[in-house]
């Protein structure tokens, strides 16, 4: 009844069958695959955020004037502060090291001069920095007539640590994910025997390697889905018809990294040499070198030029480029292009390398 | 060239400095039961990758059915079915749906290789739906010899399909491969158990990447021409080193629970036996023995080195 189906399809879906059957049958696995990358977009869109919010802020006004009320009434009343009260000058030390206070004010007028002081904070730089620049903005408030900079902040108008993160985020998931899960199971059929089996019997090498990425290519997909989902839904991220792009462009990284676990496997003889080479020789270039977390421009010229053998780096450069600012495909066409030969030479690489360790 | 369903001629294979096999050459009758015998390390292993087109000799040449293996790997594979050094199969698999994948590699169905299986298969039909992983020693062996034969192989190449099975499961699958043999399978076994080598038809002494000796069980024990004896005494390890300096025996070495003694004619048991006891040791016991293949490879070990 199946005897239309060529049968090298037939073969096809029978290898991919068996890695399906043997995904389901280890929930332990499929659980940190699935839930790993949506709890790390989570913690990283949520909890693990650069914005500074509720700066604990105590004032110190030796005479009140109007200006000094106008200031106390400012801080108490913008979100991103929380008023302390006023404290006596004596008590700015007890309320810094107690934690009371982040940072206090203290406003000084000498003879109808107002002159402004604040203490912050340091043990927290990024707290300290950020409340300085808050405050300072906020003491100022007023003067703003008088020295008119207005400044904004497009694509990202609140600063949201999230935009930064989420092309980031996708950038590193993707390339654990799919590099771990496939050079993990083509070692671990290698060292339990069964590839051998497969080798010797009619089956072609390319159907095996096909065999062994498409379901991870498909469970790739769901994470893709159920991480966009999450980013347009609680991260708030911008939904536009350019989800397209983002859909395309992340399709071709999840192939590319597939190619990248099909080289490991050739390169490497047990699982846990996978794994590590994997996640070590992966995450951390990915994190360092990407412009993730550190700008690629702030770089030593030399990181510079190793970034652009990084994968993630043009990755995350498109995704920030159509995901966050909108631009239209053609403004990532250099990335693009990048991820296309990238995927391609590893996956000549891959498959030569595969059959060579073969035969 | 023609005649032999497995024809290998001089093989050398080296991995870095390691040689495992060197000079290579046997003939493997069609419709026999041909065993490789040789301790771990051998270059049995070597020798079944090779065969099985998993891998090029350096030098040197396969035939199966008269297909050369480095050219027409494609029908070799074919006509083989490979069983290797572990029992390989996919632990999360359960028995039936192991048996399935591997008949699908070779495109056939279940039913149409069953009757060929149906005697090793019959004992796990009872549990079809309980993962490989979970089966014991001696169930996973039979699984893993169902799916070698699940296509209907004219050879089958079994490395080492014994090791680490219970005893009983052992001479079970010895009956097994006798009944495969009477269906006209031709069968290339690799065993480290000498007592197992007299239930194949040939077989060949293999040592240090090495070949030596190939012939029938009865032959090969039958060219073993010294005179033999059991040793046994208290203190096994003082018999030991006092019968390896004793005047007339020539080799001494554990077999079993006792010692095995070559010794040359000027060797009296009962002399011997009387004067170890006046050098002290307890309940000494020297009797004539007959050699077995252990004896034999155990004297052309000495040979070679």
Known sequence: MTSHIPEGIMILSSIIRKEMLHLRRDPQTLLVTVFMPVVLLLLFGFAISTEVNDVKVAVVVDTHTDRTRDICMRLQTNPYFTFVGEAPHADIDRLLRTSEADAVVVLHTDAGELSTQIVADGSNTTLAQSAQAYIRSVVSGEDAASSPIVSRVLYNPQLKSSYNFVPGILGMIFILICAIMTSVSIVSERQSGTMDLLLVSPVRPHTIILGKLIPYFLLSCVILAAMLLISYTALGLPFSAGVVNVVAISLLYIVLALSVGLLVSTLVRTEVSALIVSAIAFMIPVLMLSGMIFPVDNMPRALQWFSAIVPARWYISAMRKIMIQQLPLASVWTEVSILAGMTVLMLVLAIRKFKNSTN | ?305
């Not at chain 2, 040789?38 to 040449?61: F, N």
């Open chain 2, 1 to 305: 060239m023609s005649g032999c369903a497995i024809q290998v001629r001089d093989v050398s294979k080296s991995y870095g400095s390691v040689k495992a096999l060197d000079g290579v050459s046997l003939d493997v009758r069609p419709g026999e039961m041909f065993g490789l015998i040789g301790p771990d390390g051998a270059g049995k292993s070597s020798l079944y990758r090779i065969v099985a087109t998993l891998q090029h000799p350096d030098a040197g040449s396969v035939a199966v059915d008269g297909l050369d293996v480095a050219s027409a790997y494609r029908q070799v594979r074919d006509i083989i079915g490979y069983m290797p050094e572990r029992f390989s199969l996919y632990p999360y698999l359960t028995v039936r749906e192991n048996l399935e994948f591997f008949a699908s590699l070779f495109g056939v169905s279940v039913q149409s290789g069953y009757d060929l299986i149906a005697p090793i298969f019959s004992q796990l039909e009872r549990f079809p739906d309980r993962r490989a992983g979970a089966l014991s020693g001696g169930m996973k062996q039979k699984l893993a010899l169902s799916c070698a034969l699940i296509h209907r192989p004219r050879i089958l190449l079994l490395d080492e399909p014994t090791t680490g099975v219970d005893a009983v499961s052992r001479s079970e699958f010895w009956d097994m491969l006798a009944t495969l043999r009477t269906q006209g399978i031709t069968i290339m076994v690799s065993t480290s158990y000498m007592d197992e080598a007299r239930l194949c038809d040939r077989i060949a002494l293999i040592h240090n990447g090495r070949i030596l000796d190939t012939d029938t069980p009865a032959r090969l024990v039958a060219s073993l021409d010294e005179r033999l004896f059991d040793a046994s005494a208290g203190d096994m390890y003082a018999l030991l080193s006092q019968l390896r300096g004793y005047p007339g025996v020539t080799d001494c070495y554990t077999f079993g629970a006792t010692l095995h003694v070559v010794a040359d004619a000027s060797f009296d048991p009962v002399a011997a036996t009387a004067a170890l006891t006046a050098r002290g040791l307890s309940c000494v016991s020297i009797t004539p023995a007959h050699g077995d293949i252990e004896d034999l490879f155990i004297k052309l070990m000495g040979h070679e080195s």
